[in-house]
């Protein structure tokens, strides 16, 4: 069923015409979050860690499984276009959707049911994919059985990763939704954290003997049980979350009602009926929408999403060959120099098995490091890059001083710096120890790419949402509202604390914001398909190397996987240039003043 599109007929500004102060700071208590507690933060950002373990499983058991299919590594690199095509695709289309459904609910909540069913299924149907292709054919033979079932694995990969799209994109603007601007870095923080926390829980399940320690209806093989597991893990998580926190409703919200409205005209403009939408009409406005949402980014975001673009193309390898390329080298090892031919069966299949096991080992370091990383950050910066209070003099005050210069942009270009040092190093690795290692630092860049460019995206958005909020009181309100009025709740806390303006310089600001998109599912869904249009070039970059490298040799892999990594952190090189040009917040708020002393015709207070 598709999302239908509110068409109310109250202004926005009318809730806010009441001449009693009381039932106007009541309103705008209604449209702005409150903070939230830590229990709420859990709760709000368990299904993102739920839906990580089905990503682990993905990742850690979806490469052996097609190898032994007898897929082939550059025919395995076009399967894998898989996960960005539902990025560019499936993403936007659930935000998009998502932003216009006017369950009384709430707007996400239906896309995050749907998507978990949809991700349940696909992952029952992937890891029996083999059984399934069997219960049709009249052959006893393995191997023509599993040729057989190439083209049906390859679909319940692209089944599994749109399913995961749908769910990830309504899940991430359930969390913008519903936290304050001035918790937007904890709370992403929290997702990026439950993301660590459920890798290291998926390469654990995956480093053990799963069928001699679960329930055999689990399944009967590694993958299946690993498969059940994940299911299991995120419909509890759905459930959780979905029944703790209370979305607003769309049909009585009044900020979403005007978003709503803007929609329509929007719609109009493309000449489409928004009251009479079908999956064509759908199709048309996603693609016309997207195009239109990227010339209208706010400044901030759009430059997030180009180093996003530029680091994604290295991240893709990291994701998806990292067991391969480290399992290769313990290989090459054990075999020293001998070829594979050598080998009975069954001590190709204890090596294959040895190879995967040493692969998930640097998996599951590089799990530790990344949630490390998304414990310690939040901890060390303040949100909006805020000064901690004074301390006396001393070592304390020496490294607060440090601390204080910095920011999330700055530890993000730190990162990727860090990123391609790591694949420059794969030039002097030649052991599976010394690749171990180097996959563990990578758990530094990405634990840093789970939390940082979510914080900037959505502390941008909550930052223009308030400053809209805001110039919808009117002047006599806005000069009595203070912190305390709130109470435990300071819901103006960003704007208030540091961009202190009388009412006009906010309707100046309101204005100038009102041509960007900031709705959550919109600005998040374009932001995905920078993530995963790099991943198809990457994808397809992968698959015409491993054809240029192969040699047929046993260790032609690991130096052709090594040459991908390096392709990849040469394009992170212009991540590194794109960071230099996002904002701080400091700049942001002083762009502000300036824009509202050059055309607003007034004194800062």
């Known amino acids: 069923m598709l999302a239908e599109i509110d068409s109310p007929d109250t202004e926005p500004s009318e809730v806010f015409t009441d001449t009693d102060s009381t ?9 702005i979050n409150p903070v939230r507690s830590l229990g709420y933060l859990l709760l709000l950002t368990v299904t993102i860690g739920g839906l990580q373990l089905a990503w682990c499983t993905e990742f850690s058991s979806g490469t052996p499984f097609l190898l032994s299919l007898g897929v082939s590594k550059h025919t395995l690199a076009l399967i894998w276009i898989a996960g960005p095509l539902s990025g560019t695709l499936g993403q936007p289309m659930a935000g998009i959707l998502s932003d216009n459904c006017t369950y009384h609910g709430g707007r996400r909540k239906p896309f995050i049911w749907a998507g978990c069913i949809a991700t349940t299924f696909s992952l029952w149907y992937l890891s029996h994919s083999t059984e399934i292709v069997g219960w049709f054919l009249r052959s006893t033979d393995e191997s023509y059985i599993k040729s057989k079932t190439i083209p049906f694995a390859a679909f319940g990969i692209y089944l599994l990763d749109f399913s995961i799209s749908c769910i990830q994109a309504a899940v991430r603007a359930f969390i913008v939704d519903n936290v304050p601007t001035s918790q937007q870095q904890i709370a992403n923080a929290w997702a990026a954290r439950m993301i660590g926390a459920f890798n290291i829980f998926g390469y654990f399940l995956g480093s053990i003997k799963l069928t001699e320690v679960l329930p055999s209806f689990l399944g009967n093989n590694q993958f299946k049980v690993l498969s059940s597991c994940a299911a299991l893990t995120l419909i509890v998580t759905t459930v959780a979350s979905t029944s703790y926190i209370q979305e607003r409703n769309p049909r009585t919200d009044a900020l979403i009602k005007q978003e709503h409205r803007k929609q329509r005209k929007v719609m109009q403009t493309m000449g489409l009926n928004p009251d009479k939408l079908t999956f064509t009409s759908t199709v048309e406005l996603f693609f016309k929408q997207t195009l239109s949402s990227i010339m209208r980014l706010p400044p901030q975001v759009a430059m997030i999403n180009w180093v996003e673009f530029c680091a994604w193309v290295g991240y893709f390898p990291m994701l998806f060959y990292t067991t391969t390329y480290v399992g290769d080298l313990y290989t090459h090892e054990v075999l020293a120099g001998r070829p594979l031919s050598d080998l009975l069966p069954d001590e190709r299949t204890a090596l294959a098995e040895g190879a995967t096991r040493r692969g998930s080992v640097a998996l599951l370091w590089q799990a530790i490091i990344t949630l490390a990383i998304d414990l310690l950050l939040p901890v060390l910066i303040k949100p909006h890059g805020g000064r901690k209070e004074p301390v006396a003099d001393g070592i304390l005050a020496r490294t607060q001083e440090y601390l204080d210069r910095v920011s999330v942009r700055n530890i993000w270009l730190a990162s990727h710096v860090v990123f391609v040092l790591c694949m420059v190093s794969t030039f002097l690795i030649d052991s599976s120890t010394k690749a171990i290692v180097m996959v563990g630092f990578l758990g530094i860049p990405w634990g840093t790419a789970l939390w940082a460019p979510f914080v900037l995206i959505s502390e941008e958005i909550g930052r223009i949402k308030e400053i809209k909020a805001r110039a919808a009181l009117s002047p006599e309100l806005h000069a009595n509202v203070r912190m305390d009025d709130f109470g435990e709740t300071p819901l103006l806390h960003t704007i208030s604390d540091s961009l202190q303006l009388p009412s006009l310089g906010y309707k100046v600001l309101a204005e100038r914001y009102s041509h960007y ?64 040009k996002v904002r701080g917040w400091d700049e942001l708020q002083e762009d502000d003043e300036r824009y509202v002393k050059e055309h607003g015709d007034i004194q800062l207070g």
């Open 23 to 31: 039932m106007n700071i009541e309103s705008l208590e209604s449209l």
């Open 517 to 580: 998109v900031c709705e959550p599912g919109i600005v998040l869904g374009v932001h995905n398909m920078f993530v995963a249009l790099p991943q198809m070039i990457s994808s397809l970059v992968s698959s015409l190397l491993f054809k240029m490298l192969s040699s047929g040799s046993a260790t032609e892999s690991s130096d052709s996987v090594g040459w991908v990594f390096r392709f990849g952190g040469v394009v992170t090189i212009g991540a590194i240039m794109f960071n230099l």
